[in-house]
């Protein structure tokens, strides 16, 4: 059932999401794929492409067609903070996308494909730079096929900051789903209760990254740093105030959620856009849920009672089913076939 909507792009209300009935704890809906020993297995091509700055970024293709036929749809996927194209969501909606016929590929932030990026530079909940830069290689490859975004959790605040502050995006439609649109109130919103595990696991793999660039002499005049003050950190406000924010240009951890988070962004965005938030979010504050005033006509807004971090585990056919990549695909005007296993 739904909480909230706004916006007045879709108006099927098929898809609406009600949580399996035993599976309505937030933190069962964030983990119970990986409860069930999700293993990824779309089988993805690599290609690696240059970015300008002398870097490198890895893109994951699932493709049916080996992209010749350049008039069908692609769907381009941001993952969320340290996912990759093995993420469950990911590899599921790219499934998803394949049973339609639909090309996906995913798009790494730098250091998340599984090896260390060739520069200081990282990734952060604002930075628009790479995907950007994607975009364009893609609509120059294939300049007659529509191109659909997707993107999660930290994914998917960077797509609002893209879809609200470039005039022409080059995108056709477009879903964020579990956008920390407040990146201030979200970071203090993992240091409470069982979300301090998240925020655990998620905090030592960058700073494991961190220290590994640090060690490799990739920070070396340019981000003063030592290994103590990386390893002492215990949240994400420490974590940006030491490593992000320098790295990429911010005075501090308050100016990086200040001009990242995606809530200020909203009423800029013209590309057909579907944003799903659940109100049980582990890692969210309430103040990710933006006002309708906020919202602009291009965008449609679906606020769910459940669904966890990006879990929205139903119920079908008698099985704990994920919810997402049969939505997000009914959103860009496509469903998934019945032999889809998502």
């Known amino acids: 059932m739904l909480t909230s909507v706004a916006g007045s792009n879709d108006t099927n209300v098929s898809e609406s999401f009600k949580a399996h009935p035993w599976l309505k704890n937030p933190h069962l809906q964030t983990l119970w794929t990986r409860i069930q020993g999700f293993e990824p297995s779309a089988p993805f091509e690599r290609e690696v492409l240059s970015t300008q700055d002398g870097d490198e970024l890895d893109l994951d293709w699932l493709t ?29 909606l790219a499934q998803a996308a394949l049973a339609s016929g639909i090309d996906s590929v995913v798009m790494h932030f730098r250091g998340c494909s599984g090896r260390m990026n060739k520069t200081a530079t990282a990734y952060h909940s604002g930075a628009i730079e790479d995907p950007l830069h994607t975009i364009s290689v893609l609509k120059q490859r294939f300049p007659e096929r529509p191109l659909y975004a997707a993107g999660f959790s930290l994914g998917a605040n960077m797509l609002v900051n893209l879809l609200g502050r470039v005039d022409k995006p080059l995108l056709d439609a477009a879903v964020a789903v579990c956008p920390p649109l407040d990146l201030g109130s979200s970071s203090y919103r993992m240091n409470q209760g069982f979300s301090r595990v998240y925020r655990n696991h998620l905090l030592n793999s960058l700073k494991q990254k961190t220290l590994a660039k640090l060690e490799a002499g990739l920070l070396e005049g340019v981000l003063p740093l ?25 005075q501090g951890a308050q100016d990086y ?77 496509v469903q998934p076939s019945s032999g889809s296993h998502v």
Request: charged letters at 20%.
């Open 226 to 250: 030592k290994e103590r003050e990386l390893l002492s950190c215990r949240d994400f406000p420490q974590f940006d105030d030491r490593v992000t924010a320098p790295l990429h240009g911010f």
């Open 257 to 333: 959620y200040t001009r990242c988070s995606g809530l200020q962004y909203l009423p800029n965005i013209s590309v057909p856009t579907l944003i799903i938030h659940a109100n049980d979010d582990p890692l969210m504050s309430k103040q990710v849920i933006p006002e309708k005033s906020m919202l602009s006509s291009s965008t449609r807004y679906e606020l769910y009672p459940h669904g966890g971090h990006v879990g929205f585990i139903t119920r079908r056919d008698g099985k704990a089913t994920p919810w997402l990549p049969s939505r997000i695909m009914n959103w860009f005007g």
């Open 64 to 92: 049916s067609t080996s992209q010749v036929q350049h008039q069908k749809p692609l769907l381009i996927i941001f993952h969320g903070l340290e996912g990759s194209s093995k993420s469950p969501y990911a590899d599921q």
